[in-house]
């Protein structure tokens, strides 16, 4: 049930982009985005419902393919600050207590 | 507004000992959940609580595992007895309502068992 994450890790210089997939085999409910940074909590970054739109959260968006049960995570003109690593948390639809099983994670460094 | 409190930050124990980590929610919030985050993966959801009644505690290993929350507020996860394996940080979140909606995430508290 975990969702699959690729890349596991990236290295970006600063002002490039990258993208983060998230897969599962179930059908989803929504779709949870997080970033943790090194030793520190993760924090909340984005949900996508079925159905929904593309959301965004400055230059960091994220899309929803209910088709393929994947979702992207996109990060535009990459800023020193966007390195951490990100979790997706997927909810199934046959879930009403709306757990949430997080991926391994994909780490993202950004480089002067 | 006032995060999500843990405490202790950090515990190390021997092997077959007890442990007991304590939570504080944000105000308000009626969902509290406890997490593993064993190094380089991530969260694995231990139990969740919506106030005081538990609503998913599937991946809660029960034999060495507890937890409560008898106020519908703060809550408590105890290991006893404690194994290698247990060695992890462990989340506490919280949010306002239980579906779809964004989770707040205490600073954790990383046990070592030696």
């Known amino acids: 049930q975990q969702p699959v994450q690729s890349p596991q890790a990236v290295i970006l210089r600063e002002g490039e982009d990258a993208v983060i997939n998230c897969s599962s085999s179930?059908?989803?409910?929504?779709v949870h985005w997080y970033r943790q940074k090194h030793g520190e909590a993760p924090v909340f970054l984005m949900i996508?419902?079925?159905?929904?739109e593309q959301k965004g959260h400055e230059k960091i968006s994220a899309s929803f393919n209910e088709k393929k049960q994947q979702s992207s995570l996109y990060l535009t003109a990459s800023q020193l600050s966007y390195s951490g690593t990100y979790f997706c948390?997927?909810?199934?639809?046959?879930?009403?207590?709306?757990?949430?099983?997080f991926g391994a994670g994909t780490q993202v460094v950004v480089t002067p | 507004e006032a995060g999500v409190a843990q405490s202790p930050r950090y515990k190390i124990i021997e092997k077959r000992q007890s442990v007991a980590f304590w939570c504080n929610p944000i105000?308000?919030?009626?969902?509290l959940y406890w997490y593993q985050q064993i190094l380089g993966q991530g969260p694995k959801l231990l139990i969740q609580?919506?106030?005081?009644?538990?609503?998913?505690d599937s991946q809660l290993p029960k034999d060495r595992f507890s937890a409560e929350r008898l106020k519908g507020v703060d809550s408590t996860l105890k290991i006893q007895p404690a194994k290698l394996e247990d060695s992890a940080v462990y989340l506490c979140?919280?949010?306002?309502?239980?579906?779809?909606?964004?989770?707040?995430f205490g600073p954790g508290t990383r046990l070592t068992v030696l």
């Open positions: 609580f919506q106030n005081n009644g538990v609503v998913d």
């Open positions: 105000s308000g919030h009626a969902t």
């Open positions: 979140a919280s949010s306002f309502v239980l579906r779809n909606n964004e989770q707040f």
């Open positions: 996508l419902l079925k159905g929904g």
């Open positions: 179930k059908a989803l409910y929504s």
């Open positions: 948390g997927t909810v199934l639809t046959t879930d009403s207590w709306g757990k949430l099983q």
